[in-house]
């Protein structure tokens, strides 16, 4: 017996014209800092008609799972068409679009729409399904919302930056240093604490308390992946309370220059936060210069430690 298609749609209003919200749905690179459930986006293929790409995500009870889509996208209407290139087996096939509608004084209606198959071995899936959907696109949509509407648009509260350590032994064992998580409370010196848990897929919750330069703790909780080409990507799910979002790589190279590490980070400011714990005449800029300061000082250290053990890997 064949398995019927479900349909789900959500939608809501934000005070931003349509082109500004499609143009943040076209731009999966931002999604990890975007969307809460988006840990990772793997772009494959793109062009100006659509693009093909890989997600990891977490869906029921927070475990991450990946999948690949294509999309095809019409800029005229704003929209954005979706269809998954094979069966999940937590979904099915699924497909969906967005669509982002124009109101008076320039704001958009943004409609999500989903349809599936549901696998026909899961009784439950229907209902699971339309659980996920609903508690997802909501969450995407309001945060469509908030991101649409930042004051002086997205690149003022947005920051990307890659600092690269040679290495003094193999690439290698940096790696193995930087995934085993577990470990750092005994080798990382701004590192207070850290509880790890791998999930089934591979994918790393880890949750870490570190100790500031005044010797403040703070708290925050990420996942994290190993992709196939080695890097380590990850993505906070509780970011500090200055942020928006968080996402950042690791990245191990081995060329006849030498072997090194790189450390990524991409973030995402929130006013709100920015103005509570900096205070409120601390302008954007300000606040990225600070945040990036200390996100870099740790991801530093680390990068140091990680240098010392290749070395000492390395000289046995």
């Not at 648009?153 to 920051?159: C, I, K």
């Not at 577990?182 to 850290?194: E, F, K, N, T």
């Not at 509570?276 to 600070?290: H, I, L, S, T, W």
Request: aromatic letters at 6%; proline letters at 7%; a negative charge.
């Amino acid at each position: 017996m064949t398995t019927p298609e479900i349909h789900a749609r959500h939608e809501i209003e934000t005070e931003t014209s349509p082109s500004a919200v499609y143009e943040l749905i076209t731009d999966v690179s931002l999604w990890p800092v975007i969307f809460r459930p988006t840990v990772h986006t793997q772009v494959l293929e793109r062009t100006e008609r659509g693009d093909r790409f890989e997600i990891w995500a977490t869906v029921a009870g927070g475990e991450v799972n990946s999948w690949r889509s294509r999309r095809a996208f019409d800029a005229a209407a704003r929209r954005v068409a979706f269809r998954q290139d094979h069966d999940n087996p937590l979904f099915g096939l699924m497909g969906g679009g967005w669509t982002c509608l124009p109101l008076p004084g320039d704001r958009t209606k943004v409609v999500l729409e989903h349809r599936f198959t549901p696998p026909p071995d899961q009784a439950d899936a229907r209902e699971r399904i339309a659980r996920d959907l609903d508690t997802n696109g909501a969450a995407e949509l309001e945060a469509l919302r908030t991101v649409s509407a930042l004051p002086g648009g997205l690149d003022r509260w947005r920051v990307t930056f890659t600092e690269t350590v040679a290495l003094s032994g193999p690439a290698e064992a940096a790696r193995e240093f930087v995934w085993a998580a577990d470990q750092w409370p005994q080798r990382l010196p701004h590192v207070a604490g850290l509880d790890l848990v791998e999930q089934a897929s591979g994918a790393q919750d880890m949750t870490m308390e570190t100790r500031a330069p005044d010797g403040t703790l703070h708290t925050t909780r990420s996942l994290r992946l190993l992709l196939p080409d080695g890097t380590i990507v990850y993505k906070q799910t509780r970011p500090p309370r200055a942020l928006l979002g968080h996402s950042g790589r690791w990245e191990f190279r081995s060329d006849p220059a030498g072997d090194s590490i790189s450390s990524t980070h991409t973030f995402l400011m929130d006013p709100a936060g920015v103005a509570e714990v900096f205070g409120p005449d601390v302008q954007a800029p300000e606040a990225a210069k600070r945040l990036q300061a200390a996100l870099s000082a740790n991801s530093r250290v680390t990068m140091q430690h990680a240098d010392r053990w290749s070395a000492s890997v390395g000289a046995r």
